[in-house]
């Protein structure tokens, strides 16, 4: 309980630390601007959000060394898929492999899975590839790629945070099963995404 709090009050200062970096950014500043889109983007598509947002349910749901080593593992990788999108490597059906991911997070939270932090690690980072990589496809030319990167990672760290303060928030006050139901209406709006997709291509 107590280091759940101490967690809560560390990752609660640090939004608030960072919120003037974001309200400095206007577009047009050079670096700024490339910074501000990079931080736009993951909040452009709700499938973004919800993967991200559930990492972090999923991180405080199996609690210990996760709480840092699943985002991380999650932001590493989509920084990864970034390049490889900058530099102009094609990777099919990236959109529906987004749209898949947000079912997967959203069934593995649901069901309490409680295995190797490294199975989930391997999983995050393999479907956070695809969401760097829709994040590079989508920089807006003459925007610097370091400024772009830094503004997706760190919204991508902020959203992990969220996902982990509702966690630990649900199961400070007894409700843990509050996780395995938000996992399962992630998984139902990712099922709807892809079949809406699906039916599109």
């Known amino acids: 309980m107590r280091m759940s709090s101490r967690i809560l009050g560390v990752t609660l200062a640090a939004v608030a630390a960072l919120v003037p970096e974001f309200a400095m950014a206007h577009t047009g500043h050079g670096e700024m601007s490339g910074f501000l889109h990079g931080a736009l983007h993951p909040l452009s598509g709700v499938d973004h959000l919800l993967a991200m947002i559930t990492i972090g349910l999923l991180a405080a749901s199996l609690g210990g060394r996760a709480l840092w080593a699943l985002p991380l593992s999650f932001v590493s990788a989509m920084l990864a898929g970034g390049l490889v999108a900058m530099s102009g490597v094609p990777i099919p059906f990236v959109e529906l492999g987004i749209a898949l991911s947000v079912v997967v997070f959203g069934l593995v939270t649901a069901s309490a899975w409680n295995g190797p ?22 920089m807006p030319a003459g925007t610097s790629g370091a400024s772009y990167a830094a503004g997706f990672v760190l919204a991508t760290a902020l959203l992990h945070a969220g996902g982990i303060c509702l966690g630990l928030s649900a199961k400070m006050v007894g409700s843990p099963n509050l996780i395995r139901i938000a996992g399962l ?12 997709r699906l039916t599109a291509a």
């Open 117 to 138: 932090l490294t199975v989930a690690m391997v999983l995050a980072a393999a479907f956070a590839l695809l969401h760097g990589y829709a994040h590079g496809a989508e």
């Open 185 to 196: 209406l992630v998984a139902s709006a990712g099922a709807a995404i892809a079949f809406m």
